[in-house]
């Protein structure tokens, strides 16, 4: 099975004392020059989380030069080219520090995501040096990065208040984000999106009923089954913190396969007409309750997130129609 998803990724196993001082350097790097884009972006709004990114960018940038100096007293100068994303067990991060509008709810998840990775990433690291001297600063690091972690409830700490900060997100909230509902959500979005096309185009190419509802049935589950399979295989969880992969890969499956039957289901119903108005009636609260997890999870702003699904939907639903009269 593992086979399927060969790729050309080094396993963070196989890493030397030396590259894996490398990988620690660059990501340092990385995470200063976002921690400093986000006291640029959020200072002048919120002075003193700005003044917290500031020095989050410093102390990264002191871990950098400690690693940075420990390389070239074992290695040499020449630094091996290596980063996260020629590593297995890494995700891409969303460059939300880019967003037009950026809020500081996204801020406060980007920053707790990318210091429980860090952690995590130290801690195995630590683990995985022979070298004393290597060893006692991944681990004195893997410490550092727990507290960064933390930090992230102290954002726009004097703006929230003591009623604010009850409502605040836990760090347990934050875990079920990453292990539930991010899957989730990519799920629901591909099974409701993509099988459109296929259920509609059997709908009014045959206009029988119980065809069309073995289509979408089958197209369902095969989705759901193929997503569940491909977001467990996309990582471990042990360097990204983001749980066990068989959870996170039921969880992109089971409502991968719900996205597809809720408009299927409607076609057990005799009647094509009656069958196919309830079925784009479902179609329509799939994508508003996509659009309602992408805002009330996501931060993503609620009519920014209604467009995006709707107007991709509307394309792979007008695919179908079109398919379906040819």
Known sequence: MALLWRDSRRDFSSLSEREILALAVSAEEEDGRIYSELAIRLGDTYPGSGALFEGMAAEEDEHRRRLLDLYVERFGTRLVPIRREHVRGFLQRKPIWLLKNLT??????????????????????????????????????????????????????????????????????????????????????DGSVSTLAPVFAAAFATGDTWQTFLVGLAAAVGAGISMGFTEAASDDGKLTGRGSPIKRGFAAGIMTALGGLGHALPYLIHDFTV????????????????????????????????????????????????????
């Open 104 to 189: 500081l709810e996204q801020a406060r998840q980007q920053v707790w995501e990318m210091e429980e990775g860090a952690y995590r990433f130290y801690l195995a690291a630590a683990r995985q040096a022979t070298d004393a001297e290597v060893r006692k600063l991944l681990g004195d690091l893997a410490v550092q990065e727990r507290q960064h972690a933390k930090k992230a409830d102290q954002i726009d700490d004097a703006v929230l208040g003591p009623e604010g900060h009850a409502a605040e997100k836990t760090e347990a909230h934050r875990q079920f984000v990453l292990t539930y509902v991010q899957p989730g959500l990519a799920g629901l979005m």
């Open 275 to 326: 069958a196919t108005t309830i079925a784009i009636v479902v179609v329509l609260i799939e994508l508003w309750a996509i659009a309602f997890i992408q805002q009330r999870y996501m931060q993503t702003p609620f009519w920014r997130a209604v467009l995006q699904v709707v107007l991709g939907g509307a394309l792979v639903f007008a695919a179908g129609i079109l398919i379906g009269n040819a």
